[in-house]
């Protein structure tokens, strides 16, 4: 009998701590985790995101086996940060409106991170440029990822600033109406500078004999490159050829030695305008009809001295 009033104490003692368990242990955590995770969205070993992209860890090992057995879809057996599928990853970057690769998951087919991006030309490690030729940097680096992975052909594994390829820099340098070799290549830096008659390090004469500075380094660079026979390794006023010089003080119609004139204009240069010349001195000339002339600058008067010593 003492034995028996022991035994329902204790059984009373069970029952207001709660303990006492009436139905299978497998019941009740299937009950309670179906209704406190309905709103995972994807589940991975170390804890799931819910339908708000919101991270979460597991409370239990139950819990997670749990999910796992009854959401076999949606459950990923790695840690969050070894999943490689982009789907999923650019979804909880807020990047996609679907983790999977058909369908939305919610109803919603708006952009994702494809669309947002369709407007790249070509990217870098810190930024790309849009179909404007306007640079921008990347939002964070799994935005950069995205497309590095997806994009490769026009991503360029380098800072902007590293960049050497003359292609690309003239086109976003307003140069060319393509950054590619082949393709559509409409006018770019060769008929912008087509006017050209020859240059210097700090700039360059047009048709007009008007005189311009580059406009940057490398328009220089790229002139010197592929006009090299009328480009000189100097500074304009270190030019000692008389015949570019008179050519640029409009003496001559023809800066080269040879005499087909560059435009096709064989006209009178400074050897007609002085033909008229009796004999000259340091400050000037006379003229056939005795008339005293000076001379227009230092440069004529050189000209006419070496051309003409016996006058």
Known sequence: MKRYTYGLVAAGALLAAGTLVTV?????????????????????ADGYYDTQRRWHRWHSTAE?????????????????????????????????????????????????FSVQLGGVVFAYEDGYYD??????????????????????????????DRDNDRNRRDWWEGRRNDWRVEG????????????VVFAYEDGYYDRERRWHTWGNDNQREWYRRNNSRTYYEMRRDRETD??????????????R????????????????????????????YYDRERRWHNWGSDNERNWYRQNRRDA
């Open 257 to 284: 030695v040879e005499g087909n004139n560059a435009y096709g204009n064989n006209g009178p240069d400074f050897t007609v305008q002085l033909g008229g010349v009796v004999f000259a001195y340091e400050d000037g």
């Open 131 to 160: 179909r404007e030729r306007r640079w921008h940097t990347w939002g964070n680096d799994n935005q950069r990822e995205w497309y590095r992975r997806n994009n490769s052909r026009t991503y360029y594994e380098m800072r902007r």
């Open 64 to 112: 997670r086996n749990w999910y796992r057995a009854q959401r076999r879809e949606s459950y990923f057996h790695v840690r969050r940060n070894a999943d490689r599928d982009r789907y999923r990853r650019d979804w909880w970057n807020g990047r996609r409106d679907d983790w999977r690769q058909g369908g939305n998951t919610y109803g919603n087919n708006g952009p994702d």
């Open 242 to 255: 008389r015949n570019r010089r008179d050519w640029w003080e409009g003496r001559r119609n023809d800066w």
């Open 184 to 195: 559509n290549n409409g006018p770019d830096f060769a008929v912008q500078l087509g006017g």
């Open 24 to 44: 299978p242990a497998e019941a009740r955590p299937r009950a309670s985790f179906s209704i406190s995770i309905g709103d995972v969205a994807i589940g991975y």
